[in-house]
Structure formats: structure tokens, C-alpha cells
């Protein structure tokens, strides 16, 4: 099965974002380095990278977003059968010269991920579950869970693990890449103003001080903390640039 292997942030500011999640999650940031390339900054906890943050194109509509990496063994190959399935190519695959290949993507309700398979062979640090500074859940809310999940598991591999009933929300539906839980995804609600997308959950050391920081640093609270199936603590929120993240914490405190 394929595995997320990476986040990063587009925004307006890297420079202020990267000072906000600093702040935050207590990342280290440093500038990749690469002579020639897009500025690109790398996020790290603990000495293991886990992000990077790039700046927004110039003159883009996009909103700052968050996106996730899908690891790939063929991104050409995963880009045609995404359209196959339902899906859509936003950006054509191509190299990142001395890193990797890549393509964006976009699932049947059109959230989009990106497709990417590294230069190198090494594999991801492991970290114990609830590492802080580490992505830690990943969430889907799609225009039909369903028909996302069929794509997902044609194109990756994932496999279904326990279903929740939401009551009148619906399923959420709980999905693996692995051994373990990976995240879950459930069909939007029609009042939700926003499209369907993929939201990332950064691991922090508890959830109280962590979103006393974020909020005094401009971040706008969306879903206020909630205790969670399993044990811990989660809670969404829009970063100062305008961009969708959620927190989680097996401490309120």
C-alpha cells in the first residue's frame, strides 16, 4: 500500500507561516538549499524532516493549502489511472530535478493530493504514534466517501478498517495504509462552505497550550477542542495566511 510520506504548505508568506507553526508545533525550518530551485523552506522535529512550505505562485487564486505526498513507484503511470478512476490531473507529472517526480492530482470530488516518488530509497523515520511535531491523522471530507474510496483503494491499495456512525453527519469511515490507523473520510455536509479536501492533523505536546499559542499568533479556531474515539484530543483551525490544519493531542493539558 502506498503511505503519505509528506506534507507541505503553500502560502503568501513563508516567511510568517513558517514563523507561526514554529511557534506552534515547535519546528525547526531551514531553507532547502537547492541552488537555482524555488525557494523552498524544510520543516523538521527533532532532527526528522516531515514538511516543507513554498511560496504561492505569483498572481495565483489559490488559497494557501496544505497538501499531502502519496508515495508512488510510477507517477506516470498513477496519473493516467487516477483519470481512469474518476479522478483529474491539475498538474502534469514532472521531475524535481536531484529529489523526485511528482504530479498533482485530484480524487473524483476533486480534493487533491500529490502523487511523488523520491530519488532516494531511504525509508521515512518511524516515530511512535502522538510524536509531537509529526502529522499524525489524515481526513478526507469528500463529496461521496464512497466513490473516494473505491478510487483511493484502486489507485494505493488502502483497505477499510472500523466505520462510525456519525448519527446524522453519516460514516466516517477509518482507513489504513499499513499496520495501524492512517486517517479516516466521510462525505461533507451540505451547509460545509468549504470544497472537499484533505486535512492533516499535527501531533503537539498538549492540546490546550498548543492552541493558546496558535490563537495568539492570529490563528482562527474552527471546531473547538473535542475528546476522540481511542483516547486524545482534536481541533481544526485556519493559519494567520488562511490556511486549513488541525491539531491533536493525547493531553488536553
Known sequence: MSKFIWYDLMTPDVKASGDFYAHVTGWNIRD?????????????ANGVDVGGIMPSPPGSAMPPVWTGYIHSTDVDRDARRATELGG???KEPQDIPEVGRFAVLCDPSGA???AFRPN??????AVPDGTPGHFGWRELMSGNWQEAFGFYSALFGWSKTEAMDMGPMGTYQLFQTG???TGGMMTKAPQDPFPPRWNYYINVDAMDGALKRATARGAR???DPMEVPG???ACGCIDPQGAAFSLFSMKRS
Open 120 to 125: 532516494s530509497t531511504a525509508t521515512p523515520t
Open 231 to 233: 483516547g486524545g484530543y
Open 179 to 181: 499496520p495501524g490507523q
Open 221 to 223: 479556531v474552527l471546531m
Open 32 to 44: 532547502s538549499g537547492m541552488p537555482g530551485a524555488a525557494p523552498y523552506s524544510i520543516l523538521s
Open 88 to 90: 483529474s490531473v491539475f
Open 112 to 114: 487533491p493530493f500529490i
